[in-house]
């Protein structure tokens, strides 16, 4: 193999790595209240987490999947006072279009939620 072929190889693990254990920040759009929205995105091995905050209330969402199953878990708490806890399993894993579009759908009805009050 060329020494050209085995840096790129290198340097693609090593941009996968780095976006495997990249965690983005963000401020989301302006909701009515005028404090803005802090979104994190983790990935958790096969699965991904998400944590929206804005000032005293944060949403969670955690979707871990394995080989078997997927497991969905949202809260919903306010200062130190959950107003929601709940999780859902699936018999069987979610692939990755799902699980981004789960976030993804999640985040918009955090944000449509926020900017409706």
Known sequence: ?????????????LAWGALCAF????A?????SGDTLEIEITKKGLGKQVVIS??????????DVT???SVVVRQEKDR?????????????PMTQGEV??????????VKTRVQSR
């Open 1 to 13: 193999m060329s020494l050209l072929r085995r840096c790129s190889i290198s340097i693609g693990l």
């Open 23 to 26: 965690s983005l920040v963000y």
């Open 28 to 32: 989301g759009d302006q909701p009515a």
């Open 54 to 63: 804005q000032g005293t209330k944060e949403w969670f969402m955690l979707i």
């Open 67 to 69: 080989p078997e199953n």
């Open 80 to 92: 130190d006072q959950y107003l929601l806890d709940e999780s859902e399993t699936h018999d069987r």
């Open 100 to 109: 981004d579009a789960a976030i993804a759908d999640y985040i918009n009805s």
